[in-house]
């Protein structure tokens, strides 16, 4: 995914360096061919893969076939279908403020629920959300790379000739454009408006409150669609009455084993790594893809303020595949009993021991306030010996992560993932 938006990038560098810190989309630049492979178009084959009646993933002994079929029933598809009920509750909100163009709260409070199931879903892209180079999550959520100015462009555009010409980039659609449609109360624009490329978005802008609404409705509606489509697909891939991609796991489908399908899902585990480096790292200067001391710009969700709900969702999906459910008591198979299993059960209580001091340090972390506040307040986090809480999150996400690498990995003989983009370890 990141690689498709990376390339894509490139096409918009033309516009000159006055415009670097302010992206640029122009009218002639198209976005992907609609020939690409959408895989939310494609068939999920209607009960064409069902589990034998009254089975149970997690009963008997445990295996690693057992193991990803409770991940994928009990874990991956509620999560699927939330999304795809939150999305719907999403188009109903946006329907019911477009009529009227009055309250925007309950479309803003629904929104944040919606990008809630995502990230909760997002947070082990295994399946159908990683075929096809992570189209999908492309296609649903682009952050870092949502592009708030192409937005306006495309608004702009839409409205003076009434249609939507070709397929969108994706920096200008999925959830991510329709927060800033949504969240943006001041219905103004993010481009350059004394650059001339931006003509026509500065008219755009000098329009009356009402027309701008309707022209934002107008290209959020077009927007929903999509999203919706690619909800129902991801649901009906993980149905176990349609696609049920539970089963393809449990089967070791389109894998060459049981065990390479295993390792599949434990290289879907390090998205904990966008945690640790493109939520965390970015804004506290302790990545790379920062230059300077600190990049509080770099924060996620900056029109809605919802970044400590994607930091804790992402955490919440990544412990319940590692544990096989919400809890940490009740019999369900995952990672730890596969590693209790195999005969390591030390390396398992280690992991444990450090999922627990992640979900307390969030905890904390979170009630210092507004995540761009404490970044730009903070002294610091060079050592694990900081006494902020947020540094100290940080450090904690970044031991888990090196945990994994390190020990859980070497325990269950799997091989280690391709190195994510970004990653400083």
Known sequence: MKNLIFILSLLFLSAGCSDFFNPTIVEEVKGPSSDLPNPFEKETGEGSNPFPKDFDPNAGTFSEAKMLANIGLNVIFPEARNFRVEVEALKLRLSEYCQDLQSMEPLKTQWKNAMKAYHKLAAIPVGPLAENDRLAMAYLYSWPSANSCGVDVQVEKMSRIGKIEGELIVSVKGLDALEYLIFEDQLQSTCNLNSPLFRKVKDWVERPESEKRK?????????MSEIESIANWLESSWDPQKRNFSKELYEGKGF??????????SDAMFAIEEVKDERLGVPLGLHSDC??????????????????????????????????????????????????SSGHGA????????????????????AQGPLTAQVQASSGCGSQGSPEKLCQLFWAVKNLSSSLKLDLLSALSLKAPPVYQGDND
């Open 215 to 223: 022209d934002r409705c107008a290209f959020s509606k077009h927007l």
């Open 291 to 340: 230059t300077a001391d600190q990049c509080p710009e770099r924060v996620e969700h900056p029109w809605s303020q919802s970044e400590w709900t994607a930091i804790e969702q992402r955490v919440l999906g990544f412990e319940a595949v590692y544990f096989g459910g919400y809890d940490k008591v009740s019999k369900h198979f995952g990672f730890d009993d596969f590693l209790n």
């Open 256 to 265: 060459s084993s049981v065990h390479e399908a295993v390792n599949a899902v």
């Open 347 to 366: 390396v398992a209580s280690s992991l444990k021991e450090k999922f627990l001091a992640v979900e307390a340090l969030l905890k904390d972390a979170k």
